[in-house]
């Protein structure tokens, strides 16, 4: 008899449903995939470097351009990590204003991953609605930091600058739009017997692997393990919202589909909460030296002025020492360890990407399944390459 | 917070029973627990931890590391090795850390306790040369294929452009020759 | 009087350049190739509040041998970059780059190791569209300026570039 082959496949770095540059080496016995073997790397960044070599406020804006979906996350993750270093308490109204920006962010991230996921399944017009709906948060973020992906709104020890006047108007306009756009998204795909076959039993992961991965986020919480760190952990004020943490069942595709939608509904609650119960308040903390002065204060008072100059030029001394923050992002467990010698600049910051460590567990998913399968795990492990690959 | 400076306690038992040679220190900066361990314990340390159901520190949140070159630390040793772990019932961390002398760094794996360390572990090996005895695939991940050298080392420079698509005119620093 | 007179009403007298630069300009279809966060935003783009189908650009080819204008959304790493000349190789003539956002242009703000300081040291870029990352409408402006360029271009210098098939 012939003797049996496998087929070696090169997918990507420049394929339309690897979501970026992610290159996956599948090794295929006519279709079924043998082995999975994800290469990365190819937006290998080096931002953890560049973050060593800038004042610590001068790294914000590096934070956003590793997960660029979910940009406000970031910023929060490294903040709050630096807050914790420093020892400075935030007013309450900074601490809702972000979480209301950050459930906006999770919502965002989610609606690319829907629309992404839909389309690499065949379902092309989702991305169309979800892109829709995504401007209005944009708009939000326009309205606070006047950038639409990359707001750096978010900085140590408070907020970039006063909420915007007619900050309500645009969230009300999400909070109109979202639930509507996800009544259309459901009509689409969940009696979309195309969409349903193909996540349905796909891309399966259990508890027990779940955890021995290391996964977080969605995927971890679709295995049926109810671990979400604003309950478990909370920072920013979490503890103050009402809100449930969905969890799946078997850990399929299809259940993580369920859960990042339902999860989307729990973001629009808190955001609701925070929108209605915003406390007033000062937008930074008054710690002078390691904070910035508010802006009016800078154009007329000379001590915030000379403050100013001085955090901008020399940045601030820090305590030796390090600490860990970790914060829920869209995909999972985004943390941040960040490592001081008492210098201005950090001496090591260590991004723990959710979305690389979710993706260490591809090849488990997808041993022994069909090819097509492949598609729709790197869809629903949502990853975005910019973080992976930092 | 109660629960979690009971955990604390029984974390600091834990080890003065079990592992006392080797602890090197405890550090509580800012109510985050780490210890200083020797590198050769590690393993048996994270096996234990693993099977331990009291302390249930069995989620593996991150590897990491750091080079202490041209600092005061680097006495104790150049690398730094950081392991996070979690505990998803009582919701605190423990961090262990390990120092690495600076010529050829290496350390034990520990993938085969967590499958989620092989990309951990191989990252830390692309960007900091932190070798892992038994780890089933040690190879570059993140850095380009012709880069030499491990870009999150303090003397790896920063904008030198090492591969293909370079207008460097200097002459390369010392560490890529 | 002329020769317009004498031919019929269906006939349009026109230059070869014309003809051409308008056929390449009305039916360009750029490569569905995104690298970092600018693609983000060239999604946007081509989703309806934007609607790039506006300028007849609608179908993303995920093929480069398909496509005519490659709009390089995003940093380009010394890994990728390979990649990159690679897909500009294997498209067609005529071909168009477009470098979208700073990093794509310059580096932006990653002078570092990783990074390819400007995608210009790889493969020539004819428009460049700052930004980090470009608004949609900065991209459509960009489109337009390439548009603008397209027009002014002669098959004659081309001639060269593209093998003997049309001179």
Known sequence: ?390 | MEQTSLMTEKIRDFFSSRFADAVISEDNFRDQQSFYVKPEAIFDICQTLLNDAELDLKYLSDITSLDWLGDEEAEKGRFEVVYNLYSLTHHNRLFLKVRLQEDNPRIRTVSDLWAGANCMEREVWDLMGIDFEGHPDMTKVLTADELDGHPLRKDFPLTWEQPKFTWNKDDPPEVIK | MGLEEKIPDSIILTTVDKMANWAHKRSMWPLGFGLACCAIEMMSTFAPHFDLARFGMEVMRPSPRQADLMIVAGRVSMKMAPVVKTLYEQMPNPKWVLSMGACASCGGVFNNYAIVQGVDRIIPVDVYVPGCPPRPEQLIDGILKLYEQIEKESVKDKREEWGRRIG
Not at chain 1, 134 to 156: F, H, K, L
Not at chain 1, 190 to 215: C, H, M, P
């Open chain 1, 1 to 390: 008899m012939t003797e049996q082959k496998t087929v070696t496949v090169n997918m990507g770095p420049q394929h339309p449903s690897t979501h970026g540059v992610l290159r996956v080496v599948l090794e295929l016995d006519g279709e079924t995939v043998i082995k999975a073997t994800p290469v990365v790397g190819y937006l290998h960044t080096g931002i953890e470097k560049t973050m060593e070599n800038k004042l610590y406020y001068k790294a914000i804006p590096c934070t956003d351009r590793m997960d660029y979906l979910a940009p406000m996350s970031n910023n929060l993750g490294y903040c709050l990590a630096v807050e914790k270093l420093m020892g400075i308490e935030v007013p309450e109204k900074v601490k809702w204003a972000r979480v209301l920006l950050t459930e906006l962010t999770r919502i965002k991230s989610h609606l690319v991953w829907l629309g992404t996921h839909a389309l690499d399944l065949g379902a092309m017009s989702m991305l169309l609605y979800t892109f829709r709906e995504r401007e209005s948060i944009i708009d939000v973020y326009e309205a606070v930091s006047g950038q639409r992906m990359m707001s750096t709104y978010i900085r140590i020890g408070g907020l970039a600058k006063e909420l915007p006047k007619d900050f309500d108007k645009w969230v009300r306009k999400v909070l109109k739009q979202v639930p509507q756009g996800m009544q259309d998204y459901i009509d689409l795909l969940s009696g979309n017997q195309i969409f349903i076959n193909r996540t349905k039993g796909v891309a399966v992961i259990s508890a027990e692997d779940a955890l021995n991965y290391s996964l977080s986020g969605p995927m971890l919480r679709g295995s049926g393990i109810k671990h979400d760190l604003r309950k478990a952990s909370p920072y920013s004020g979490y503890e103050n919202f009402d809100f449930e943490i969905p969890v799946g069942r078997i850990g399929d595709a299809w259940d993580r589909y369920l859960l990042r939608l339902e999860e989307m509904r729990q973001s629009l609650r808190i955001v609701q909460q925070a929108l209605d119960g915003m406390p007033e308040g000062p937008y930074r903390a008054h710690v002078p030296g390691v904070v910035l002065p508010p802006k009016e204060d800078v154009l007329y008072k000379m001590e915030s002025m000379i403050h100013h100059f001085k955090i901008i030029t020399e940045g601030f001394e820090t305590p030796r020492g390090a600490v860990y923050q970790a914060i829920e992002a869209p995909k999972g467990e985004l943390g941040y360890y960040i490592s001081s010698d008492g210098s201005n600049k950090p001496h090591r910051v260590r991004v723990r990407p959710p979305s690389y460590i979710n993706l260490g567990a591809l090849p488990k998913m997808v041993e022994g399944r069909l090819l097509s399968d492949v598609i729709c795990a790197i869809g629903t492990i949502d990853i975005v390459l910019g973080e992976v690959d930092r």
